[in-house]
């Protein structure tokens, strides 16, 4: 299917995005994930479309509806999405907003494992990869921006500073998801946009403007 482009100022540009959760099966029913819904995801990649980009939507199992116009490819684990991205390249950026579990259970079951009274089931997990390092350190074909997200408590811009320098991306943009914030599952968000400048904290808005000031960062950064 041909998808129709808007004209804007990412006309031309073709962008990744990842969103939602990823799932890491157990066995055939039962997956550990992190918690997304997908909406910051989608709302960017919505923004990103309306500026004229082109849009690859890499996503894991999310509640929320697809972006339309975007190239939507459905993954369920860190490692298919890593395939994806990889699948997709090259890009001029990538925003990774996907919530990727960091660890995969070692020797998930083909079959459902019975319960038996009294026998608990242990579970060794593995290290998922790092999809936002990887692209951030690729040698050949890196994207011009690479954006992540981090979502922290605590010290959130010495957190997600430090997220930045380890992996390599040009922009972290930084959330607060402590508790008492009541950012996590709710329709607004409270960032901070960490990059070589320092970090510039955005005030509290809806998830949708969040993504459109991103997007229009995006495109400026594009066209220096
Ligand atoms: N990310 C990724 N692949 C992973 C883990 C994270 O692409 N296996 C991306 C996320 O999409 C996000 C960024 O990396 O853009 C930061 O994710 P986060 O979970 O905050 O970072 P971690 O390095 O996993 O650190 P933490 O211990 O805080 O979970
Ligand atoms: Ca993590």
């Not at 066995?27 to 910051?40: E, F, H, K, L, W």
Request: charged letters at 25%; aromatic letters at 4%.
């Amino acid at each position: 299917i041909q998808a129709e482009f808007e004209e804007g100022p990412l006309t031309g540009r073709r962008i990744l995005v990842t969103s939602g959760p990823t799932h890491e099966p157990i066995d055939p029913v039962r997956y550990i994930a992190n918690r997304s819904s997908g909406a910051q995801g989608t709302a960017i990649a919505r923004a990103l479309t309306a500026l004229g980009a082109e849009v690859v939507f890499v996503t894991g199992p999310a509640d929320a509806a697809r972006p339309d116009r975007a190239r939507i490819v459905e993954v369920e684990t860190a490692q298919e999405m890593l395939e994806a991205v990889e699948g997709v390249m090259p890009v001029d950026a990538a925003v990774f907003a996907a919530a990727v579990a960091d660890w995969r259970v070692d020797g998930a079951s083909d079959s459902k494992i019975k319960k038996q009274a009294g026998a608990l089931p242990t579970l060794g997990f593995k290290e998922n990869p790092d999809i936002l390092a990887t692209v951030s350190q690729l040698k050949q074909g890196r994207p011009d921006l690479v954006v992540g997200f981090a979502a922290e408590t605590d010290d959130v811009i010495a957190h997600a500073t430090a997220k930045r320098d380890r992996k390599g991306c040009d922009w972290i943009v930084a959330n607060d998801v402590s508790p008492e914030t009541g950012i996590m599952g709710g329709s607004e968000n409270a960032v901070t946009l960490i990059s070589d400048e320092g970090a510039e904290s955005w005030p509290r808005m809806g998830k949708d403007a969040v993504a459109e000031e991103l997007a229009a960062r995006i495109a400026k950064a594009l066209a220096e």
